[in-house]
């Protein structure tokens, strides 16, 4: 039984930037078999690393909208106002 969830725009945006990075990740990781020099490699590594900060940040970010979404709360960009001033 397949059912069809609309997904909320803040959400389809997420999961694109998601896609996008995980592209770049996979790219980044057959790259650095081929590297040679150590410096290049660190560099590489550092920006991966950076990439996996920003992949986590969009789950975070996903996690959000959906349990928002969850509990009734459809008001997105003022709840996440809110976390960030908490600093959340």
């Given at each position: 039984?397949?059912?069809?969830?609309?997904m909320s725009p803040q959400v389809e945006q997420i999961l694109g930037e998601i896609?996008?990075?995980?592209?770049?990740?996979a790219n980044g990781f057959q790259r650095l078999d081929k590297i040679k020099d150590s410096n290049r490699q660190?560099?590489?590594?550092?920006?991966?690393?950076?990439?996996m900060v920003e992949c986590k940040k969009h789950?975070?970010?996903?996690?959000?909208?959906?349990?928002?979404?969850?509990?009734?709360?459809c008001n997105f960009e003022?709840?996440?106002?809110?976390?960030?001033?908490k600093g959340v």
């Amino acid at each position: 039984m397949a059912t069809s969830l609309q997904m909320s725009p803040q959400v389809e945006q997420i999961l694109g930037e998601i896609r996008d990075n995980f592209r770049f990740l996979a790219n980044g990781f057959q790259r650095l078999d081929k590297i040679k020099d150590s410096n290049r490699q660190s560099k590489q590594l550092e920006e991966l690393k950076d990439k996996m900060v920003e992949c986590k940040k969009h789950f975070c970010g996903c996690k959000l909208v959906i349990l928002l979404y969850l509990n009734g709360n459809c008001n997105f960009e003022l709840s996440k106002k809110k976390n960030v001033d908490k600093g959340v």
